[in-house]
């Protein structure tokens, strides 16, 4: 079965400067990874996603994210954070078609983003 | 487009009662939707997946009688918490499928349930 391991709970950084949130996942199949951004008492909303075509995804918001086989990462990175981008991260990942069309959600990465 | 809804958003009820949640997808047809359960300051639970006209799958753990799922249309699932306690209170997250090839959900904002 699938899984995915978020390496940080909590990552801190300063205006201006470059996000970094880790994923590494697990999967007996082509994967489908995807980020999704969660605001307080929000519903989840879609950064981006990999589906085996490009390896590096552009996502809303300035967010990228690298598939990474050789690593078995998906890491999320912004050059520059704003405060609007404090929030809960949450990198997902899904198997194929062949199997359950269901997801599996990393622990969360809780970003702050100090002025 | 691909937009989810969710009804309530926030409900409170006392112990003992049942609640409802209705989770609609509004401008598509969902064949499958899945329902999640996030406890404070962490991540997303699948509880079951709910397919239109079959019953639900759920999760290991997850008690078929106390959360029931009716699918009953392309565009409408239910979860309706039987004899709610307060360990019950939790953000209620329904999903919907709108592309098998693409593996991609589409969220609804979610329902906060207390029990009080």
Redesign the interface.
């Known amino acids: 079965a699938q899984s995915v391991t978020q390496l940080d709970s909590h990552v801190s950084v300063s205006e201006g400067t470059p996000v970094l949130l880790r994923c590494n996942y697990s999967s007996s199949y082509s994967p489908?990874l995807?980020w999704?951004v969660q605001h307080p008492?929000?519903?989840?909303q879609?950064l981006l996603?990999y589906?085996s075509a490009a390896t590096l995804v552009k996502g809303i918001n300035g967010f990228e994210a690298e598939f990474k086989k050789s690593e078995t990462s998906f890491h999320l990175t912004k050059p520059s954070a704003h405060m609007s981008d404090a929030a809960e991260y949450?990198c997902v990942v899904?198997?194929?078609?062949y199997n359950?069309?269901?997801?599996?959600?990393?622990?969360?990465t809780?970003l702050t983003v100090k002025p | 487009g691909a937009v989810v809804s969710q009804h309530p958003s926030r409900v409170i009820c006392k112990s003992g009662t049942s609640v409802k949640i209705e989770c609609r997808s509004l401008d598509f047809q969902a064949t499958t939707m899945f329902w999640y359960r996030q406890f404070p300051k962490k991540s997303l639970m699948l509880m079951a997946t709910s397919n239109e006209g079959s019953k639900a799958t759920y999760e290991q753990g997850v008690e078929k009688d106390k959360f029931l799922i009716n699918h009953a249309s392309l565009t409408l699932s239910t979860l309706t918490v039987t004899s709610a306690h307060p360990e019950d209170s939790s953000f209620y997250i329904c999903s919907a499928d709108w592309d098998l090839a693409s593996n991609e959900q589409f969220f609804g904002p979610g329902t906060r349930l207390t029990v009080l």
């Open positions: 489908s995807f999704y008492n929000k519903g989840l879609l996603k589906t949450f899904s198997e194929s078609p359950n069309n269901d997801m599996r959600f990393g622990a969360g809780r």
